[in-house]
């Protein structure tokens, strides 16, 4: 009985620090600064670590990595776009595994988003790109790893299913915006797009369209 009490408050310490991980990610994000993040709060001395956000594409290994997001952070710090700017991301739904292996230094991490957003972006009828209010709806889907007794992130994946513009609608118009990539900067894998259509079928045999799943045990 004394081992199974340990070892679930050993899981739930762990559970505890994976979130204040991602919620300083997420604060990071709001201030603009990817900088922080990347030499705080990742593993870059892992030669499994990986970014990919939105439909930009996956970057692996530590110099992919610092180079992409050191390029984001340059583009957040362009502030000539920032008037009226804003990125709140509201994390709910967490699902957290952590490594069964006897070591408990890996785990996986999903969290679901549904923000408010005000960035450029090109609303219906799509003639002019231009401020607008939005919501955003996506899914983080992370590995962690523990370094010097320190959990880091190991892979970051951000899904985007809608950025839909406030007045009309994800049934309307789903996604309004795009992550432009940066030509000089190639990704190690292409794009993934799983954007919201109102025609879609859902299907439990189908949810490739819908991101990954966190498994039950890793």
């Known amino acids: 009985m004394e081992k199974r009490t340990l070892e679930l ?3 739930a310490a762990n559970i505890d620090e994976i979130q204040t991980l991602m919620a300083r990610y997420v604060t990071n994000c ?4 990817y900088e922080s993040s990347l030499e705080q709060l990742f593993a870059m001395d892992h030669p ?3 970014f990919e956000l939105m439909e930009s594409g996956e ?3 530590p110099e992919q990595v ?4 050191m390029a984001l952070h340059g583009r957040a710090r ?4 920032k008037t009226g700017w804003m990125e709140f991301q509201h994390l709910t739904t967490p699902k957290i595994v952590i490594s069964e292996d006897g070591t408990g230094d890996r785990a996986v991490g999903q969290w679901t988003i549904l923000s408010p957003w005000a960035k450029m972006a090109t609303p219906y009828p799509c003639e002019e790109r231009k401020l607008t209010a939005m919501w955003f709806i996506g899914r983080y889907q992370n590995e962690f790893v523990k370094v010097d007794g320190e959990w880091k992130i190991l892979k970051l994946h951000l899904i985007a299913y809608v950025r839909t513009p406030y007045e009309q609608g994800w049934m309307k118009q789903a996604d309004c ?3 432009a990539p940066f030509r000089d900067l190639r990704p190690d894998n292409p794009p993934r797009y799983y954007t919201f259509h109102p025609d879609a079928i859902y299907s439990y045999d189908n949810i490739y369209n819908w991101g990954p799943y966190v498994p039950e045990k890793i």
């Open 9 to 11: 408050a050993v899981r």
């Open 59 to 61: 970057y692996k290994g």
């Open 177 to 179: 915006m795009r992550l």
């Open 48 to 50: 499994e670590v990986s």
């Open 78 to 81: 362009a502030f000539e776009e």
């Open 66 to 69: 610092r180079a992409y997001m």
């Open 30 to 33: 709001l201030k603009m600064d």
